[in-house]
């Protein structure tokens, strides 16, 4: 079976991390392939990306077993050539990226999830900066989205302690947007990739790329980014739509344009 499958159904690219035995811990093939497959879902028919993963696990990071093996790719391309292209490809793809946390997120596996623009977890899910308690610091992008997503204090903490973080309590101190009883999980999650699948895509987009210059603007800056971007959500077609249904007193039919 390979590592990591692509489904691409009524708009939704479902991509699941499925080395089920390992908790679904990144070797080499499997993080070239995830390139691969987000790749694929630039597709205009891909209104959505939904990441899971297979078996009990969401991901449990780095294949511990790959660092150690005298052939595996060394500490030099981990980061270049694995996660840092995963996350950027994630930030970067114009359309919402859902992480629909099923079980343990661990160390890159976290990391991976709070980069995703809608984190949600079943219950029973877990989230830990497992780095530092193999000697390492966070990487995959923990650095730069945790602090943001719970504050320097909470994520200083996290990231130096390692503790593990049941989903109630990433929802509660903001980590992720939400946590679902573990037996609706699969269904709510999927009612929400529709949604997202169904909505204004180029919107959505511009609403990404707003949240993340704010990052690195100032309130003037953002303001004229705000005015740029929304010439641009204007000039959609699913705009017209949006305000002809409004008028018009219907539900908007929005294709994505
Ligand atoms: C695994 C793993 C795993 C291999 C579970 N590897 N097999 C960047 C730069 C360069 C180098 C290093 O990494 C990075 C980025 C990173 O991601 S660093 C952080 C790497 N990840 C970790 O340190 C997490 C290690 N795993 C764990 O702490 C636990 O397995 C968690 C908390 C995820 C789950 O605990 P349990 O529910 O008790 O399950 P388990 O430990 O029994 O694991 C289940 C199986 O999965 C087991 O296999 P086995 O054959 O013994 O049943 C584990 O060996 C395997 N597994 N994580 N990262």
Redesign the pocket.
């Known amino acids: 079976m390979s590592p990591v499958l692509l489904e691409i159904k009524d708009g939704i690219a479902f991509i699941t991390l499925n080395r089920p ?3 679904n ?2 070797n080499r093939e499997m993080a070239l392939l995830m390139q691969e497959k987000l790749d694929a879902c630039k597709t205009d028919t891909v209104r959505c990306v939904y990441i899971t993963g297979a078996g ?2 969401f991901c ?8 150690v093996d005298p052939n595996g790719p060394g ?1 030099q391309r ?2 270049s050539e ?2 840092n292209p995963i996350v950027t490809r994630i930030r970067e793809l114009e359309k919402p990226v859902l992480a629909a946390v099923n079980g ?1 997120a ?4 976290a ?1 991976l999830a709070i980069c995703c623009d809608i984190v949600i977890a079943a219950k029973s899910a ?1 989230f ?1 900066q ?2 530092s ?2 000697g ?1 610091i966070a ?2 992008g923990g650095s730069f989205f945790l602090p943001r997503l719970v504050g320097w204090q909470k994520a200083s903490a996290l990231m130096m302690l390692g503790d ?1 973080v049941p989903a109630d309590e990433a929802e509660r101190i903001g980590m992720i947007y939400k946590f679902y009883e573990d037996n609706s999980f699969i269904a709510e999650s999927e009612r929400l990739a529709d949604k997202l699948a169904c909505m204004p895509t180029m919107a959505l987009y511009l609403i990404k790329k707003e949240l993340q210059w704010s990052s690195t603007h100032t309130l003037y800056e953002q303001l004229q980014n705000e005015d740029k971007l929304q010439q641009r959500a204007a000039q959609s077609s699913d705009y017209k739509e949006g305000v002809a249904a409004f008028l018009e007193k219907r539900q908007p039919v929005f294709k994505g344009k």
């Open positions: 035995e390992k908790f811990a990144f009990k696990a449990a990071g780095q294949d511990l077993a790959e660092v500490m981990i980061l694995h996660y343990v661990a160390g890159a596996g990391n877990s830990i497992a780095f308690k193999i390492l990487d995959t593990k």
